[in-house]
């Protein structure tokens, strides 16, 4: 058996790609929802397409295009300004959900922007996972988690998935998180959202009735730990979560429900969700030594 030569190694990674989006195209729509530039969006479950908030610039007189060329009425079922996500019911789609990777993003990893910016059928980009980060800051609030990759996110691209080598989605694109520069939200995260807004049309938010600001802790008063930064409680408001708790203005707080809080970032990240409602615990350094709390999480 000859060896494959580097030409039939390309080739068969380029079949593979072209395989790749031929296998996700059927789950990928054409998203009309502002004046200008259709955007993309993609089959979240039966009858139910994720797509990118920004890109639904009115609320009503919605549609989408299928890769089988219909075109089907579609209605706002909630969205989410802060991660940038929406999501539509279409009656009668009838088609299969989107296949997701079971595996997060890892930087260096191939993969392909796809997205249906016009009738004419799919578009893709390819390029490479260059960075995974997060919490980060958004003119809206906080996002737990981003993707950044070197593949050209076409006009139209935002609310179409990133895909790996065997078409499932591993994040899905938008431009409308920080000024236009192009991120995917990890699939993880979007379906977690989408799930959450299907369901009650809104994320839930959550607050613990504090103010706070980044400090260093001495190594003295780390009880014992080698945790440099904490959350000195500046303010701690009546009759909130917090007072509930017992939480203590020049407590530093180090921890909430078991991860580790070393800045204000950090701390937002973890108010949202599933938590928001939920009692969990939570750990301070008061007077040099590390108390422990139990926290309901309120919700904005």
Do not use: C
């Amino acid at each position: 058996m000859s060896t494959p030569t580097a030409g039939d190694q390309l080739r068969a990674l380029s079949n593979q790609m072209a395989d790749a989006v031929a296998q996700s195209r059927g789950a990928l729509v054409l998203v009309n929802g502002r004046q200008r530039q259709p955007a993309s969006g993609v089959v979240y479950a039966d009858e139910i397409i994720l797509t990118a908030d920004h890109v639904l610039e009115r609320d009503d007189d919605l549609s989408i295009e299928t890769d089988d060329g219909r075109t089907l009425a579609a209605r706002l079922v909630g969205r989410d300004p802060v991660s940038d996500l929406a999501v539509l019911r279409v009656d009668g789609l009838g088609l299969a959900a989107a296949t997701t990777s079971s595996e997060a993003a890892r930087v260096g990893q191939i993969i392909l922007a796809i997205g249906r910016p016009s009738s004419s059928g799919p578009m893709a980009s390819l390029g490479v996972v260059s960075a995974v980060g997060g919490p980060i800051r958004t003119p809206r609030g906080m996002v737990e988690q981003v993707i950044q990759t070197d593949a050209t996110p076409y006009p139209g691209f935002s609310g179409g998935p990133l895909i790996d080598a065997t078409g499932a989605v591993v994040g899905l694109l938008t431009t409308g998180l920080i000024g236009g520069v192009a991120l995917a939200l990890p699939v993880a995260f979007a379906w977690r959202t989408a799930e959450a807004l299907a369901r009650q049309g809104h994320v839930k938010r959550g607050f613990l009735g504090i103010s706070s600001q980044p400090v260093n802790i001495p190594p003295a008063q780390r009880g014992g730990r080698d945790q440099e930064h904490g959350l000195l409680i500046v303010r701690v408001e009546n009759d909130t979560p917090a007072a509930r708790a017992g939480l203590l203005v020049g407590d530093i707080l180090v921890s909430l429900d078991g991860q580790r809080i070393g800045d204000t970032d950090d701390l937002q990240a973890l108010l949202s969700g599933e938590r928001v409602g939920k009692a969990v615990p939570v750990e301070v350094v008061r007077g040099g030594e590390i108390r422990s709390f139990t926290i309901t999480i309120g919700q904005r």
